[in-house]
């Protein structure tokens, strides 16, 4: 064993959990205070856009969360990191987070033993902060005995060097839209641009009152224009149809794996199919650029509309899960898709200014 990384059991909720200790041990490091953090991170093959500082900075500027990441060096590698922020609102109480408003969020780790051991020491923390509870979104060999919380479909596609190869593992119902759009004169720019954004913001208004959700506040995609579309680590593709946009999608990127983000459009021209076209260019782009894979975002598992659409791009299919601690009950609990409830038809009917207003007040207390 290294003697900068010695590992010791004991227990924190969970039965045989372990405990990083020793020389180098358990530290608590903030990636916004970190000198080049990224490229800490990067050392591991797992760490995706949502490890980077930069995500970092959009939850902290945007909603105030404290970034608190548990690590383990060897020396002056990083040998594992569970990101953690800490959510702290007067309406819905204090608690751990990794990380909010994320698909999945890896513990990064040599080893599950490593793993496991800064999760008992992110427990520990949490206890002394009083959190409610302690939520993980993504976390390999947690423990056998502990069912996940909640569980989503991934969705990733390989990105080969020749866009035939590509495009021929699509299905044919995919196919046939991406040329329907070509054939309805659909124009796409893939954009950096603060103007791309405030077009996508326009159709994310729109398709988030569509789905009974309320529109994330400008401030959120403010700050992810500052911290990543303007740092080169995002892109916007937007399609348009005689000069009216009619869908556009954001894509984060990292290393070399991208992953779709936020998706729009506008509902009077679906029928183009100007979607399946944005994912095409974006997909184009990405591999034309030598990027390894696209990541499709999480899917609920009772969205099956969604899932057999990201499918239809020939993506290899997974299973994202994640994990609650419940500190008053002292124990992992179920969890139920928050997307879906009565407040749908509500948001549903509600305007769009008065959605935007209420979700620039909730989302700080939501994650």
Sequence with gaps: MSPSLEIGRASSGLGEASRVTGKEGCRRLNPLETPEWDKLVLAHPEASFFHSASWAAVL?????????????????????????????????????????????????????????????????????????????????????????????????????????????????????????????????????????????????CQTRKKHGLPPQSPSFFSNIFKHVLSQGLGCIVVASHQSRPVAAAIFFHFDDKAIYKFGASDEAFQHLRGNNLVMWEAIKWYAGKGYASLHFGRSSIGNEGLRRYKLGFGTAEYKIDYFKYDYRKEAFVAERDKVFGWFNGVFRLMPIALSRMLGRLLYRHLS
């Design 60 to 204: 902290r500027d945007t909603y105030r969360h404290s970034p608190h990441y548990f690590c383990a060096m060897k020396g002056e590698r990083l040998a594992a990191t569970l990101p953690v922020m800490e959510v702290n609102s007067p309406l819905t109480g204090r608690r751990g987070v990794s990380l909010p408003f994320t698909d999945e969020c890896l513990c990064l780790c040599d080893d599950p033993v490593t793993g496991q051991g800064l999760f008992g020491e992110a427990m520990d923390f949490g206890r002394k902060r009083g959190w409610r509870y302690l939520e993980c979104r993504g976390f390999k060999n947690l423990s056998e005995e502990n069912s996940p919380s909640l569980s989503f479909y991934g969705h990733v596609l390989a990105l080969a060097e020749r866009e035939d190869r590509i495009f021929g593992q699509f299905e044919s119902s995919v196919r046939r839209a991406i040329r329907k759009a070509e054939n309805a004169k659909i124009q796409v720019e893939v954009s950096q641009s603060y103007e791309s954004l405030r077009t996508y913001y326009s159709m994310h």
